[in-house]
Nanobody, 123 residues
Framework: QVQLVESGGGLAQAGGSLRLSCAASGRTSSIYAMGWFRQAPGKEREFVAAISWSGGITYRADSVKGRFTISRDNAKNTLYLQMNSLKPEDTAVYYC????????????????WGQGTQVTVSS
């Protein structure tokens, strides 16, 4: 029905920047809200940021406020996460997710998931 593919992950130094992208294909009309989550080894998948269809409503985890920005380009069916001032604790696999209506902060609220992209931040 829907396929989400993340890209843009890699290695960055502390204080550096990365921009993640998530390309959606298939029945993209089923996706209104979208979000980013991350999961470090041995830890639960945690919320990073979410955005509504129009981009008018955005949520960010306290740990990334002032550093990360979520955005979307519906004409390109693409979700973005601009990550600045990266810290070693940002190291994780980052996943994009899609939902039916409203942006949510919980994993169980999303219907579609990408395969993840690795982000590694060195000190």
């Amino acid at each position: 029905q829907v396929q989400l593919v993340e890209s843009g992950g890699g290695l960055a130094q502390a204080g550096g920047s990365l921009r993640l992208s998530c390309a959606a294909s298939g029945r993209t009309s089923s996706i209104y809200a979208m979000g980013w989550f991350r999961q470090a080894p041995g830890k639960e998948r945690e919320f990073v940021a979410a955005i509504s269809w129009s981009g008018g409503i955005t949520y960010r985890a306290d740990s990334v406020k002032g550093r990360f920005t979520i955005s979307r380009d519906n004409a390109k069916n693409t979700l973005y996460l601009q990550m600045n001032s990266l810290k070693p604790e940002d190291t994780a696999v980052y996943y994009c997710a899609g939902g039916n209506l409203f942006p949510e902060k919980k994993v169980d609220e999303y219907d579609y998931w990408g395969q993840g992209t690795q982000v590694t931040v060195s000190s």
